[in-house]
């Protein structure tokens, strides 16, 4: 009878040792991305996306040339700001009043739109998993607020157009330039940064050097907005 005791109480001292490892393990790399958010601040580091870093480990490669924020041009920063993100300057990592919307769709069992802010999608590229997942829109959540509060707004589009993906194997604005209209990010007409911008959505099925009537359609209006930036970009000067 003793012996019975002595072996399950061995069996649960193993269990409750592996459950403080799982613990552990969950707040270490929960700490992770809190901690990677202070060294990504310095302009002269480069961090890479989850996807770069997937690319470098399956030995498939990729393109990616990091640029400065002021060297990018104006035209593709505009057009990227008001593409994905219109209020970009003013919410706190999250759009709080776009995020209610999708939440009651979701609630209504309708079809919703993606409704990351670009804080959001840089938050996805640096730390977590891409797909549609609500256990990864919320964990973004958070982590884009705390990214808001830590990284200045520029920094953060900064970081965001050097490592979106533009292409299977290119990321971020100056690869992406040089691929599909083969000119430097700084030399973009109004409506190739337009093209490029509407193409972040669907990077690997939409073809800005190669436009349909749709993408058209969508890069004209976002050619418009852009012009008229001017009211919502002052985070980024």
Same mark, same amino acid.
């Given at each position: 009878?003793? *012996?019975? *005791? !002595?072996?399950?109480?061995r069996?649960?001292?193993?269990?409750?040792v592996?459950?403080?490892?799982v613990?552990?393990?969950?707040?270490?790399?929960?700490? #992770?991305?809190? #901690?990677?958010?202070?060294?990504?601040l310095?302009?002269?580091?480069?961090?890479?996306?989850?996807?770069?870093i997937?690319?470098?480990?399956? /030995?498939?490669?990729?393109?990616?040339?990091?640029?400065?924020?002021?060297?990018?041009?104006?035209?593709?920063?505009? &057009?990227?700001?008001?593409?994905?993100?219109?209020q970009?300057?003013?919410?706190?990592g999250?759009?709080?009043?776009?995020?209610?919307? /999708?939440?009651?769709?979701?609630?209504?069992?309708?079809?919703?739109?993606?409704?990351?802010?670009?804080?959001?999608?840089?938050?996805?590229? /640096?730390? #977590? !998993?891409?797909? +549609?997942?609500?256990? +990864?829109?919320?964990?973004?959540?958070?982590?884009?607020?705390?990214?808001?509060?830590?990284?200045?707004?520029?920094?953060?589009?900064?970081?965001?157009?050097?490592?979106?993906e !533009?292409?299977?194997?290119?990321?971020?604005?100056?690869a992406? @330039?040089q691929?599909?209209?083969g000119?430097?990010? &700084?030399?973009?007409t109004? +409506?190739?940064?337009? /093209?490029? @911008?509407?193409t972040?959505?669907?990077?690997?099925?939409?073809?800005?050097?190669?436009?349909?009537?749709?993408l058209?359609?969508l890069a004209?209006?976002?050619?418009? *907005?852009?012009?008229?930036?001017?009211?919502?970009?002052?985070?980024? *000067?």
């Open positions: 009878m003793r *012996r019975k *005791r !002595w072996k399950g109480g069996q649960r001292s193993r269990l409750s592996w459950l403080r490892r613990v552990l393990f969950v707040v270490v790399l929960g700490l #992770l991305p809190a #901690l990677l958010t202070f060294a990504y310095p302009p002269a580091v480069h961090p890479l996306s989850t996807l770069m997937k690319d470098i480990v399956t /030995l498939q490669g990729y393109d990616r040339r990091w640029t400065p924020i002021d060297e990018i041009g104006d035209r593709l920063v505009h &057009s990227v700001m008001m593409s994905e993100d219109g970009f300057c003013s919410h706190d999250v759009d709080l009043a776009e995020f209610k919307v /999708l939440l009651e769709e979701t609630l209504a069992g309708e079809t919703t739109r993606g409704g990351s802010t670009i804080t959001m999608q840089t938050v996805k590229n /640096l730390y #977590l !998993w891409h797909g +549609r997942s609500y256990l +990864r829109k919320a964990i973004e959540l958070p982590y884009s607020i705390y990214l808001d509060i830590v990284m200045p707004k520029r920094r953060i589009m900064e970081i965001y157009l050097n490592i979106a !533009w292409g299977p194997g290119i990321y971020g604005a100056e992406a @330039a691929y599909h209209f000119k430097s990010s &700084s030399e973009l109004s +409506r190739q940064a337009a /093209l490029l @911008a509407v972040l959505p669907s990077p690997l099925t939409r073809t800005p050097g190669k436009p349909g009537a749709g058209e359609r004209r209006t976002i050619e418009r *907005r852009a012009g008229h930036a001017g009211g919502y970009n002052q985070c980024l *000067r």
